[in-house]
C-alpha cells in the first residue's frame, strides 16, 4: 500500500477552495492512468480528516475513472463532513475498494456538536445494519479498523462564516446528521499522562474492536 497525499494542506481552505482540489486531483489521477492500468493499480481516494462530503468524493471518483479509482471508506472521517456514516456508505459504497473504519459518539454543543472517535460498538453507529448494506454494496471490500480515539472535536457548524468553504452550502445531509446527533451523549477525552500510556489506550481500543467485530460474524470462516 502507498499513501499519497496531493498538496500541503488540501483542504477546503486553501485558495480556490475543495473545488480546486478536486479539479487538480482529477487532473494527476487521469495523468496516472496508463500507468495504473499497466502496473494493475488501483487508486483508493478517501476523505481524508474531513476533507471531502461523500458527495464531492464521488463526483470525484466519477470524473477521474471508476475503472481504475475508487474510495477507501471512513466512517469516522464521514462524521467530520455532517453526514452519518450509513449516508456515506450509501454515496460511496459502489465505489469502496478497501475501508478504515470506526465508531464515533456525537452530541450536541454550543456551536454545533462534537463528535468522538471511539472503538467498535462503543459509538452510535449501528453496525449490525451498516454491514448487512455493507455487503450488499461492496462485497469484495476488506473490513479494516482505525483506532485514533479518545480525543474531542467540535463541528462548529452554528459559527458564523463556517459554510463559506462549501461551495454548495448546507449539505442535505445535515437535516439526517443532526437527527442522529440528537440522540448521542457526551464523552469525555481520554486524559493520557504518558506515551507509553497513550498506547496502551490505543490497544486496548483495537482489541475491543476486534472483539465486537467477531461478536457480529466478521472475520470467522464459514
Known amino acids: 500500500m502507498l499513501r499519497v497525499v496531493l498538496g500541503k494542506g488540501a483542504d477546503r481552505h486553501t485558495e480556490g477552495g475543495i473545488e480546486a482540489r478536486i479539479t487538480d486531483t482529477v487532473k494527476v489521477l487521469k495523468g496516472s492512468k496508463s500507468v495504473c492500468e499497466e502496473l494493475g493499480v488501483k487508486v483508493a481516494m478517501e ?22 479509482v475508487g474510495v477507501n471508506l471512513d466512517s ?14 450509501e454515496n460511496l459504497g459502489k465505489y469502496t475498494l478497501t475501508t478504515s473504519l470506526r465508531d464515533t459518539q456525537v452530541w450536541k454543543s454550543d ?3 462534537t463528535a468522538q472517535w471511539t472503538a467498535m460498538g462503543e459509538g ?14 461492496c462485497p469484495t471490500a476488506p473490513v479494516q479498523i482505525e483506532t485514533i480515539s479518545g480525543f474531542n472535536r467540535e463541528l462548529a457548524y452554528k ?18 446528521f443532526e437527527k ?14 504518558s506515551q507509553e500510556d497513550t498506547e496502551a489506550y490505543q490497544l486496548g481500543e483495537i482489541e475491543r474492536s476486534i472483539r465486537y467485530c467477531k461478536s457480529l460474524g466478521l472475520g470467522l470462516k464459514k
Open 47 to 68: 476523505n481524508h480528516a474531513g476533507d471531502m462530503h461523500s458527495l464531492e468524493l464521488k463526483s470525484l471518483v466519477e470524473q477521474a475513472g471508476p475503472d481504475f
Open 76 to 89: 469516522g472521517n464521514a462524521v467530520w463532513t455532517l453526514e452519518t456514516p450509513m449516508e456515506n456508505l
Open 111 to 113: 456551536n454545533g456538536v
Open 124 to 137: 452510535m453507529v449501528d453496525w449490525a445494519a451498516y454491514f448487512r448494506r455493507f455487503r450488499e454494496l
Open 159 to 176: 459559527r458564523e462564516g463556517f459554510w463559506e468553504t462549501w461551495p454548495k452550502g448546507q449539505p442535505a445531509s445535515l437535516v439526517a
Open 180 to 193: 442522529w446527533a440528537a440522540s448521542g451523549s457526551a464523552k469525555q477525552p481520554h486524559q493520557s499522562g
